[in-house]
């Protein structure tokens, strides 16, 4: 038997019969499938130009719930929960703030800082998604909607395969951005990366015309890991155009508030221009202009 049939008849199973009533019961809500994917973006930053970063993310699900998130993240978030991991999380930073003013190598701040704070969990029993994400200079803030926000144009007549996984093609026009996506009715699970959910099938890859955003799946498994709630409890509810438009104004004016804030500048000293190309790189969703 394939790997690939044997996680297609492993999650068929737990989808449709669920765990065991013999299992113990455990604390937290228990994952049937672990999905990897790769968040591949582009975007402005100040004097640099246009950069490009892939950041990796995990999806766990069960036939009930799901969460979407960045892993080096979720570790970070974990360690600030709990006052000894406080203590080895600023050790951690101070050794990793030591070796770049010793190296000036930026690469040797990686595992001490935040790649992404996005957070998605998912209620398929309410069809409701919760977003966590950043929402200006250290604040953070979150929003719930409903799924039924995306409509899906199933085009049966596209196909490829990904993964050994013989795809879907589906598009949508959600919240400003034209998304194409490829699917596998061989996991039914209605569930994919980000917000992308409600097809016959997970969502193994997404795509936007502008090159800016992508997803793409880089490996699959049967997993009984725990779905942990998100560990920050410091992000405040607010209204979803309302938190990009904070993102967005941090991100054109963070050397000016940063320096507001602290006394100090960052990087550059000053913000880039904005500009009308510099305005062409927005986030995944760009309705809240």
Known sequence: MTIKRFITISVLLFLTLGASAEKKKQDYPRAEIKVSYNYHKKFMRGNDGVVEQNTPFILLANRNQSKFYCPSTEYRDSLLSTPSGRAKERQMFDAAVAAYVQNRDRSAMDGVVYHSRLYVTKDFAKSVSITYDQAGMGECGYYDEPFSEIKWDIVEDSTRMILDYQCIMATADYHGREWTVWFTPEIPLQD???????????????????????????????????????????????????????????????NAMFKAATGFELGGGVDAPITEESRKYDYLETDYH
Not at 224 to 253: C, G
Request: overall charge neutral; proline content about 8%.
């Open 192 to 254: 994919g990366p980000w917000k992308l959910c409600g097809l016959p099938g997970l969502v193994m890859e997404a795509s936007e015309p502008s090159g800016q955003h992508r997803f793409t799946v880089t490996g699959i498994e049967t997993s009984s890991q725990p779905i942990f709630p998100v560990f920050n409890t410091e992000y405040e509810k607010m209204d979803r155009k309302d938190m990009l438009r904070a993102q967005r104004h941090y991100r054109e004016n963070s």
